[in-house]
């Protein structure tokens, strides 16, 4: 069956509740392009997923939101944040990033302690009161829920936590930096269901607090968790819409077949 | 506040100025390694070529002819043949190169595959200490038990190129033998589990599967101790021989490029056509040198595919 990657539905938010826009975003790894016409909002305080096949150019997109692209692929367009192009080459990157921060399918903390983890970017920035940090530290670790399991062994080496604790740590540290928005790559793709079901709670707490964007291959954790749903096909954006619409009424035909199962 | 973090995003920050620092910090010392590389290379190349432009010494003469004997004149062109030399080089390298591979693949063969934990730490520690050993305790030993046990088993004075790829053979074993194990651990244990499940003896999967994988990484390692058989100079010269003859057989005295460059750079004038002719020599170790380099990165590169 043949579909045409040009019928498109795209939700188009008011300005008021946008936190995160862009705008023809195009994104080239050499010669191939993996990502055509992104035109996408995200509404504040909200979690919106990513939805699509491998390859379909969610993850490239998500990484170039707060420039982690950078080097790797060529990312044409503009990315408006607080009304600025945060794609532009005058922008300041570093502190861009402390705004923006990112979650990565496998976790990566540091071969540090659990509570040098946390603290290690808030030092770097300059954050020297011991009270201070402990302070932060136990907050975020409540708000990631890993604080009542770890909170006896901060000096521990956050390599002996389990994949599902080391996930929740590394959210965790990215919240630390009391960003706005958090990108978050396929969080619980390598864990199992339990630490999975436990990473879907803290985030919808987070989402009272920051902006949440999250790509899944997982079509339940989709649903289950997020505001609003974007399907992405071949590097398109081929449907964007409230959660609870993509999944029950889909308006384009191709999102329809994807999620049905029915695809190719 | 949110003007706040508009504007610190739109500004230069600390970072941004660390950032500079550092990557000038860094352009500063490749800068540096630059400029020394190219010092040696155009200072080598500069005077190795002077034997030809300005000694009158001719390209085919050096690399075909047979005579070393650069002060003495043969119509109007100093002697400066350095096939002997250049044969002497290649011919230890190749024997050491030849003798080497099969301990090393079996040393390491052992140590990743079969060796306990105990007797992996041993082996290790080993293999550093012999990495360790000054060449001329390599010489030594070359001179005081190779040697007259060559005389004795093969005939001639011992002396020779099988004595030199002997010597070579134990120097660079520990190299080749560590590059090897790093090679064969950098297989998936998955490879390993994968054959076993398919009924592979362990004999089996360690020949077919492992080292397979690991070969192209191997074939760096050998490279890689043939690069240094190539240029070492001291333990080779000591019981090599050193006649610039043509070598005939392994058993008779030769020399190579190294030999001939430590025996004679002492005892020659800067600037005399002699000086200029090991000069020339020199610049053969270096063409080498890079030779063997790309032979490894090429190995590198096909890996890839």
Redesign the interface.
């Known amino acids: 069956m043949e579909y045409n990657l040009k019928d498109k539905y795209i939700l188009q938010l008011n300005e008021k509740e946008k936190a995160l826009e862009t705008r023809d975003l195009n994104i080239f790894y050499g010669e191939k392009q993996a990502l055509f016409d992104g035109n996408l909002q995200f509404e504040r305080y909200k979690i919106t997923s990513l939805i699509g096949a491998s390859g379909s150019g969610k993850s490239t997109f998500l990484r170039s939101l707060n420039r982690m692209n950078e080097g790797v692929a060529d990312v044409k367009g503009s990315i408006l ?4 192009d ?1 794609n532009s080459p ?3 990157v ?3 990033r402390k ?1 923006i921060g990112m979650v990565f399918q496998r976790p990566n903390p540091f071969s540090k302690s659990i509570y040098e983890n946390i603290t290690f970017a808030l030092k770097e920035n300059g954050i020297k009161d011991k009270e201070k940090l402990a302070e932060i530290v136990e907050t975020s670790l409540k708000q990631a829920a890993l604080w009542d399991e770890v909170k006896d062994d901060l000096n521990k080496s956050a390599l002996a936590l389990s994949g599902g604790q080391q996930q929740r740590l590394c959210i965790a540290r990215a919240i630390a930096m009391k960003p ?1 928005i958090l990108l978050l790559d396929e969080p619980a793709s390598a864990l199992d269901p339990i630490s999975t079901a436990k990473i879907e709670e803290t985030l919808l707490e987070l989402k009272e607090k920051y902006t949440l964007i999250i790509v899944t291959h997982n079509m339940q954790q989709a649903s289950r968790i997020s505001d609003y749903t974007v399907f992405f096909h071949l590097g398109n954006v081929i449907e964007y819409n409230k959660t609870k619409n993509i999944f029950t009424n889909p308006k384009i035909k191709l999102t329809e077949d994807y999620i049905s199962g029915n695809f190719g | 506040m ?1 003007d706040e ?2 504007e ?6 600390k ?2 100025y660390q ?1 500079i620092f550092g990557k000038l910090l860094v352009s500063i010392s490749i800068i540096i390694i630059l400029l020394i590389v190219s010092a040696i290379f155009g200072f080598i190349f500069s005077k190795g070529i002077a034997t030809f432009t300005e000694n009158n010494a001719q390209v085919k003469d050096f690399f075909t002819g047979t005579n070393w004997n650069p002060s003495m004149n043969e119509k109007g062109h100093p002697q400066v043949g350095a096939l002997p030399m250049i044969l002497g080089s290649f011919g230890v390298t190749l024997l050491a190169a030849i003798f080497v591979t099969p301990f090393a693949i079996g040393t390491a063969l052992y140590i990743t595959e079969l060796a306990s934990k105990k007797m992996k730490k041993i082996l290790q520690i080993v293999i550093e200490l012999l990495v360790g050993i000054p060449s001329v305790v390599y010489g030594f030993i070359g001179l005081n038990v190779v040697v007259p046990f060559i005389r004795e088993n093969f005939g001639g004075t011992g002396y020779g190129i099988l004595a030199g790829a002997v010597v070579l053979f134990v120097m660079i074993l520990p190299t080749v033998t560590s590059l090897t194990v790093d090679s064969l651990k950098a297989v998936p244990k998955h490879y390993r589990s994968a054959s076993l499940a398919l009924g592979a003896t362990p004999w089996q999967t360690m020949f077919h599967v492992t080292l397979k994988a690991a070969t192209s990484g191997i074939l760096t390692a050998i490279v890689f101790g043939m690069a240094r058989a190539f240029g070492e100079a001291l333990a080779v010269q000591m019981v090599i021989g050193n006649a610039s003859l043509m070598p005939t057989s392994l058993l008779n005295p030769a020399s190579t490029l190294t030999s001939v460059l430590t025996m004679g750079i002492g005892n020659t004038v800067m600037g005399t056509v002699g000086n200029n002719a090991l000069w020339s020599l020199a610049l053969v170790l270096l063409a080498m040198s890079l030779i063997f380099n790309l032979i490894v990165r090429l190995i590198g590169r096909k890996d890839i595919k």
């Open positions: 944040y607080r009304g600025i945060i005058k922008i300041n570093y502190e861009m705004y706005d | 949110r973090i508009r610190k995003i739109q500004k230069n920050s970072a941004t950032e």
